[in-house]
């Protein structure tokens, strides 16, 4: 079983004219993406400008994409190469070329004060996914919350995990789903009780 | 609610389903609404769980993009990439074998040594070496590839046939290194640098010069603008 | 919904940033490279950096030392090839153990390493757009980001994150005209230090065997009388004057060389004059052209000389210069025109006072 499978299932059909499969891997990679992008842009909308262009150039590059690397990696080097291109061709300001994931350089903007970049305001959506996501977590019971923090913040896979918690991969696999599931029920009423979000999708 | 699907989808989600099962499990999330709707959430729970600040939770991308999809020519197996169009992120493509995990592990601890500055850090240059000797040619080249950025716009060309005639080295390298004490120091730095890092020997072009010689670096100098 | 005045926020937000860049005083963006240069000229440092060019990454240290106006200085190649380029004063030596081959380069007694490079003025900013774009921390340490971008496409531009408190230039990046990047340098580590002893400038391999190549300096004392013949350029790139005339020898060869200098403030192109031997018999004369890093050399024959002109900027550039060099008749009442150092009135006339 290939560690990719999922996301070159989606590609192939994305490759063979459903565009509907580019929506889900977007849903996928999106969040990333912008947060990939804001190590060279500070402005967050514009760092959702330049996700934006890195996701339509993956679309039209898609079909060079041969499964030679994950797809990811390869949307994660568009991405850079589009921030870069973006900041560089605005107004030649320079570009702290990110090596390492990790990086922890700051910078600022010539007053020395440090740009923050909480929740950018007028995003109150945000604030309360937030909030909603951390309070059913919370209240999780917790093989089910170690479950989906070892999966979603220490990116184990379900067998690191199964070593982890001294289970049967099945079992965390029955976890993670129900951890999701319980998290998704509150989740659910923000989006579609809310504002319509998933109206705008496919 | 289908629960075993909803599993399904979940395992997807983490890349841990079997390969079978993704084909027919792409294609209902390509397709229904709902699905969709979940996956999308899953994202948005990973996201919170990461603690991802200042950035919209709720995923601004997915929409416009799929919106700016619907203008966007549907792909088909068979299309053919146009001529002529550069594949600008050629060489951050894993080498076989290395990988580029490999080469953004060895950025990590280059930098993280870097990190201890003037007071007593260790040299970085051996631990470098050492891992580029381990490593075989073509990953030792993505490695130090990895460790400096590529700018997008500098494309190698290959190798250009070399002349027979061969300016020895020396003379080369004396104009260099005669013109360096009028360098601006940052120049003198590059310069010297250069200098150090070249292949001896350049070759010369008979009669045709707009085409400078293939030279230092063994490679072929891509024509001004 | 959520807001969508995002649009008017960023346009602000860049507004704001751009105001603010205009209110630091003019000159200080061309006050931290004369920082910046004196410093790389007068402290006492060593480190290793990254010298990237080409698609290729090579590791590099340096030592320097600025004694008793004496230059010491020490560049090591650490990926294998055993490269060293070690400076004493006006003699560079340069050991290149894979060609078994040192080279000992001296320089024109009257031109100083400490003031010898060119000087940014007026002039320059009609040539380059220099600036400070922002503060940013590399690597812990808070630097100044200074653009100098060209107008034109006869240099280079630079970018340099220059450290607050010790002036140096912890990276640097070499660009072209459009912003691409073409070469850059950054340090992994350097330290800076009150006193280097000698024995950081001894080269690490050894010479047995190896063919030495000097310049004559017993031969340099006769150009003055014997070169008859001056070298002049009919036009130059817009901003390039000339600044230096001297003469001098190659090492491993006895005849004089002509070398002038041009400069533009910041890039400078060396041209030089040497008789052109030919060494087949019915070779037809042929024009040259090649690179070290992102500097490039051009020559060509020209009346029996051969021209070669050398610099760190564009191709055509050097090819502009070299193209141009044209010889004058001397004056019957004119003295020996080879005259070592720096012209009258030039930048390099006087030695420039640290800032």
Known sequence: MSADAS??????????????????????????????VMRYVRNPAEAEDIAQEAFIKAYRALPQFRGDSAFYTWLYRIAINTAKNAVVSRDRSPVEYDLDRSNTDESYDMQGRMKDSETPEGLVL????????????????????????????????????????????????SRIFRAREAIDRRLREVFEGGLGRAEELG | MNEELDSQLSAMFDNEL??????????????????????????????????????????IVAGRVSAALSSEPALSVDALQPAGRRLQYRWWQPIAGAGLAAGVAAVSILWLRSQALPDGSQAVAPALAARTAALAAPAAQALRNAIAPVPDSFVVPPVSQRSTMVVPATELADYVVAHSAFSWPVSRGNLLSALMVSEPGTSSTPARSDQPASGVQGNAIQNPK | MRSRIRSS?????????????????????????ERMNHALTTLNYDGTFAHWEGGKVEMLRIIHRLEDGTVSERLVSLDGSGREFVRTGPSL????????????????????????????????????????????????????????????????????????????????????????????????????????????????????????????SAALKETVTQSATVWNVDRLPPGFHMTVRAAQTMPGSTGPVDHLVFTDGLASVSVFVETHVVTTAGQAPVMESARVGSSYAFSRVVDGHKVTAVGEVPPQTVRFIADSVKAEKPSESAPPPATLGPLPGGPFAHARPPP
């Open chain 1, 7 to 36: 996301d070159l299932s989606l590609v192939r059909r994305v490759q063979r004219g459903d565009k509907g499969a580019f929506d889900a891997l977007v849903l996928k990679y999106q969040h990333k993406l912008v947060k990939l």
């Open chain 3, 93 to 216: 030596t340069c050991y290149l153990p894979d060609r078994h081959v040192v080279l000992v380069e001296r320089t024109p007694a009257k031109v100083s390493l400490l003031s010898g490079f060119p000087a940014i003025n007026e002039q320059t900013a009609r040539f380059y757009d220099i600036k400070e774009v922002a503060r940013m921390r590399f690597n812990r340490h808070s630097t100044h980001l200074i653009t100098v971008m060209p107008r034109d496409e006869y240099r280079y531009g630079y970018r340099l994150w220059i450290d607050d408190s010790t002036a140096m230039p912890l990276k640097t990046q070499l660009c072209d005209a459009h912003g691409n990047v073409i070469e850059q340098i950054v340090f992994a580590n350097l330290k800076i230090r009150p006193t280097i002893p000698d024995a950081a400038f001894r080269p690490a391999i050894s010479t047995t065997g190896f063919h030495w190549l000097r310049n004559d």
């Open chain 2, 18 to 59: 079997p390969a079978a099962e993704c084909e027919l499990l792409a294609r209902r999330l390509s397709r229904d609404p709902d699905i969709k709707a979940r996956w999308g959430r899953y994202a948005v729970i990973g996201a919170v769980i990461r603690a991802e600040r200042g950035i919209a939770l709720e995923g």
């Open chain 1, 126 to 173: 945000t604030d309360e996914i937030r909030s909603t996501v951390n309070a059913a977590i919370d209240s999780l019971p917790e093989d089910l919350r170690t479950a989906i923090v070892l999966r979603e913040l220490e990116g184990l896979s379900y067998e690191e995990i199964a070593a982890a918690m001294a289970c049967p991969v099945g079992t965390v696999r």
């Open chain 3, 9 to 33: 926020e960023r346009i602000g937000w860049l507004a704001l940033a751009l105001t603010l860049a205009g209110v630091a005083s003019a000159d200080e963006p061309a006050k931290w490279l």
